[in-house]
DNA sequence: GGTAGACTATGACGCAAGGGGAGAGTCAAG
DNA sequence: CTTGACTCTCCCCTTGCGTCATAGTCTACC
């Protein structure tokens, strides 16, 4: 029978000899022969083994999967197939979103070319939310803190700025994603986290003096209560904001004590 | 100053502890105090900090992409975020060829209902070539050589079969995504390793008597020679049937000896 | 002031799929 | 009998942490 050695398999197949001593290892791969110094010798079934690793390594699955799919004749290949299939759509979706997102915040970079000026200061950013939210807050909190937050803001480069901007919008979209699961679990709250910390930006450090619970708890009841919040992506959701809301406070409840 | 302890700041933040140990000894994100029993506290300018880490995390930076967007104020982000772009874009088309492969492996796999039959052994694969090169083969080395061959195909599986076929026009589709590289470049040749191990399973064992080299030479030669060869997809192309042949003899010489 | 319970610190191992190298043995040719 | 080309088996390294293990610290309550 015609034998290859390591090394005559590794070119012809086009892998490096490490590949196949990790996949004898492994259990992948073993060769036919080995010699009585231990040399690994391959036969004609192993390279066509390795032909079909190659082909579904190529697909992007992972060695164990490809061990099921070739050690187990009864293997429902089509299923496997399936199953891979819809994980690399996610992946891809997920690549093009994050695709969107730097393009978005290219652009934003780009345009941001001079300084900030006071109407930049709260343009676009929670939409016009931004300059409801500093006349409550005047009120609120007086005209001193709400200076030094926006003095706050204006330290940021433009870059850090045109970033903020960006997650702002990303944060909304990735809420907006979640906004049917419940509140309280982990990946919902993860994403309030970040919300919390953006919001956070806008903050002078005096804001609610140390008290942060009771200041995200009252931003949380603001957005129900205020009808001017109520809105998302330009047009009236009220349900989102209900579950922002209940979230936001699950969040100030569980992790701002 | 308000500051943070690790457990606090994980919670705000949305990430474990140990990340902000491992982001700590990575040098991404220091405490701005150690207490005298070495407890990390943070403070304001670092939750600021890692918002900006986890924006860029979701971008899919690495964490040393991230260290020098963030430590080089004078870094040219948005060059960074470009090359960074065009490597998710190379991802995500990656991911789209992957899926039309599965799709049409799936597909393969499910028309495979019955056994082969003789007409369906050379249909469809490397397209008419294979009638013409079976004709070829019986002429230079006997029918023997050639049944046995063709009993070797028919003792695959119906996956491993409608696999090969798929694999088939994986392979000329890499390579002629190829076709305007050198044909010595090392790309190139891995691509021609897995041309040389999928022809190969269409030659029985004892095709060439073990003389691998002069007959996927001799098989080069005849792509170029012979005019039913120089057809791609289709249409005439003199222009990738000469790539081709000669990555095949560069195989040959330096692989296959 | 003593102890339980909650936090924290450091260190080390593990994961996927090999890359790279050390140190030692093997093989064929001159 | 030596040289050069292969090959073997460890073993550490990579990324971004998860998961113990062991030990020290802080706070509250009795």
Redesign the pocket.
Known sequence: MRTY????L?KLAG????????????GLLK?SI????????YGEKELLRLQQ?LFY?ELD??????RRVLEDPDFNLIRALESHKSALQDRRDRLSSLLETIDNTISRIKGEKTMLTDEELYAGFPKEQAEAYRQEAVEKYGAKVVEESESKLRNLTKEQWAQARQEGLDINRTLASLMHRDPTEEEVQNAVARHFAHIRLFWGNSVANGNLYEAYKGLAQLYVDDPRYTTHNGNHNPEYVQFLSRAMKHFAETRLK
Chains 1, 2 share one sequence.
């Open positions: 050695s390591v090394n005559k590794a892998v490096s000899v490490r590949t196949l001593h990790h996949y004898d290892r492994f060769p080995r010699t009585e110094a231990r040399y690994r010798l690793i390594k699955f992972s060695l164990e999967e490809i």
